[in-house]
Structure formats: structure tokens, C-alpha cells
């Protein structure tokens, strides 16, 4: 059992910067593979960026985007510069086992979210 939760959301204009953090519990944190998706009002939930177990592989959707993970303290950041309007939603967190997936039905683990607005 993984449980998940969701930190650094807010209020950003434009063009600027927000670093998202995840903080998991449990000892196994560093077995899972940890995934950040997005949904907006009205649409489905979309993969937003993915690290594997190691850190030694990624994947994005979006180059403005960049993950990393601490294993030592149970964290994953999405580091998401360049903001722009259509970026806002809610974010998740999301874990399953060893390798990254695109796809959120194939996580496990959910947090429960933070919102990231993008306004002027």
C-alpha cells in the first residue's frame, strides 16, 4: 500500500514557474515507478510526465515539463516552466510498480490532487 499526497499548487501567471512535490509513505517508494497527470474541468485525465523506479528513465508529454525523484526522502517534483493558460488543472500524483507507463489506468496509487492555475 502506497499512499500518496500533493504539494506546491497555486496561482501563477503566464510564463512562470512552479515546482510540484509528491510525497509518498511507506518503505517501498523507491520500487515504484511515479507518473504526474492532469485533468481539467470537462476533460479526461492526461499523462503529464513519468519516472521510473531508478530515476534512469523518464518520459514527457510536454518538454516545458521535467520530473525528478528523491528515493531518499519519499519524494517525486514536477518542475513545470514556461506556464501557460491551457496547463491549468488539477495534478496527480500516481505510482505503480518498477517501469513508467502513459497510460492512467495503469497506476495503482493515486494522490488527491492539487490545482495549478495559469492566469493573469
Known amino acids: 500500500q502506497v499512499q500518496l499526497a500533493e504539494s506546491g499548487g497555486g496561482l501563477v501567471q503566464p510564463g512562470g514557474s512552479l515546482r510540484l512535490s509528491c510525497t509518498a509513505s511507506?518503505?517501498?517508494?523507491?520500487?515504484?515507478?511515479m507518473g504526474w497527470f492532469r485533468q481539467a474541468p470537462g476533460k479526461e485525465r492526461e499523462f503529464v510526465a513519468a519516472?521510473?523506479?531508478?530515476?534512469s528513465s523518464t518520459g514527457y508529454a510536454d518538454s516545458r515539463f521535467s520530473i525528478s525523484r528523491d528515493n531518499a526522502k519519499n519524494t517525486v517534483y514536477l518542475q513545470m516552466n514556461s506556464l501557460k493558460p491551457e496547463d491549468t488543472a488539477v495534478y496527480y500524483c500516481?505510482?505503480?510498480?518498477?517501469?513508467?507507463?502513459?497510460?492512467?489506468?495503469?497506476?495503482?496509487?493515486w494522490g488527491q490532487g492539487t490545482q495549478v492555475t495559469v492566469s493573469s
Open positions: 511507506g518503505r517501498t517508494f523507491s520500487s515504484y515507478a
Open positions: 500516481a505510482a505503480r510498480p518498477t517501469h513508467w507507463r502513459r497510460g492512467p489506468l495503469e497506476y495503482d496509487y
Open positions: 519516472i521510473s523506479w531508478s530515476g
